[in-house]
């Protein structure tokens, strides 16, 4: 079974610029969160999908948006990036709501800004 | 406010030690999920336990253990007969109820000395 694919692995934008990621969940599951991971802020909850609809977010402006498709796969958006969304952003995926199941990690996709 | 503490930053023991990471966490919640997670030099997370606040038993999974004390609201996690494969950045993190939101400690950075 494959795991939690997240495209692309690394990406160079600069300040003002958008970026989509994309995340593929295992075959099967229906929820994928997101995560920000920074030296300084440390790991931070971003959004959940459940469904194609969001659960919850976590404390992020507006900037952070994402959806999820009917197959699944989630993508999430930054818009007019500033130096500060430089991170490490990983998504994961679980049949059911994430405190309900295991949830299962991808390898991440880091972003630099510049 | 909720919030989860990892006073524990770096700790380095020599192989075949036995090792606790500490997790002191802070809700008024009476319902709420806790869980640990460890994080290997390659940056995937890996979801280790979810335990739910009614389940104070202890877990015990191969040389990994959880000590739940909700009297001191800590989340012990004890790594027995250490290898350097359990080198890694250790999260602890709390959910509330719903799985609306989702709070990380800071991770304490375990190194194993073989």
């Known amino acids: 079974k494959a795991g939690v694919t997240q495209t692309p692995r690394y990406l160079i934008k600069t300040r003002g610029q958008q970026v989509t990621l994309s995340c593929s969940p295992i075959s099967g599951h229906r929820s994928v969160s997101w995560y920000q991971q920074t030296p300084g802020q440390g790991l931070q909850f971003l959004f959940e999908y459940f469904s194609e609809t969001q659960r919850n977010k976590g404390n992020f402006p507006g900037r952070f948006s994402g959806r999820q498709f009917s197959n699944s796969r989630s993508e999430m958006n930054v818009s007019t990036l500033e130096l500060g969304d430089s991170a490490l952003y990983l998504c994961?995926?679980?049949?059911?709501?994430?405190?309900?199941?295991?949830?299962?990690f991808g390898p991440g996709t880091r972003l630099l800004v510049l | 406010a909720q919030k989860v503490t990892q006073a524990q930053t770096e700790i380095s023991v020599v192989e075949k030690e036995d090792v606790t990471l500490d997790c002191v966490y802070e809700t008024r919640d009476t319902t709420y999920y806790l869980f640990w997670y460890k994080q290997p030099p390659s940056g995937e997370l890996v979801f280790l336990i979810r335990r739910n606040s009614f389940d104070e038993q202890n877990e015990i999974s191969g040389r990994y253990s959880w000590n739940f004390q909700k009297s001191t609201s800590s989340f012990n996690f004890t790594i027995t007969a250490s290898q350097v494969v359990d080198s890694a950045v250790y999260f602890c993190?709390?959910?509330?109820?719903?799985?609306?939101?989702?709070?990380f400690g800071t991770g304490t950075s375990l190194t194993v000395i073989p």
């Open positions: 993190a709390l959910s509330d109820y719903t799985g609306n939101q989702f709070y």
């Open positions: 994961a995926s679980s049949l059911v709501p994430t405190y309900q199941e295991t949830q299962y």
